[in-house]
């Protein structure tokens, strides 16, 4: 599922003109990926260039029971470096992370937080943040 919320304010963001690195922690381990512009967008899940399209891009599972469009907290990212270089979030983004178990400071919406390339960031995916369903054995 992918495509634009009518109901919410477009997000500003700059994009990323160099490559950067993007090291994402998830269960405790880490996954280091390479972002070249040129590459973005991944897909159609996100803001382009978000951590989500970067995750999506790079077979990283991070949940978007919205399919990306800010309308859930499902995608919900914990920013440890490099905030920063990300774009500023939206009223809609903070409303919407409200909705979020354990958030920080720190805490965005992946489909929302779109780094601008000027520093290598790094991510954690919150171990709360899976869809029992999807990942369950059958």
Request: aromatic letters at 4%.
């Amino acid at each position: 599922m992918a495509g634009t919320n009518p109901y919410i304010e477009k997000a500003h963001f700059t994009p990323a003109v160099k490559p950067f690195r993007v090291t994402i922690i998830h269960d405790g381990e880490e996954q280091v990926v390479e972002v070249r512009p040129e590459d973005i967008p991944y897909g159609r899940t996100g803001l382009p260039g978000s951590i989500l399209d970067i995750c999506e891009g790079h077979h990283i599972e991070l949940e978007h029971t919205c399919g990306g469009v800010c309308a859930c907290s499902t995608c919900h990212v914990i920013v440890r470096e490099g905030g920063d270089s990300c774009n500023e979030a939206g009223d809609d983004e903070l409303d919407q992370l409200e909705e979020a178990p354990g958030i920080t400071i720190q805490s965005r919406l992946g489909c929302q937080c779109v780094p601008n390339g000027e520093r290598d960031i790094i991510i954690e995916i919150p171990a709360w943040n899976r869809n029992a369903v999807k990942e369950t054995p059958h």
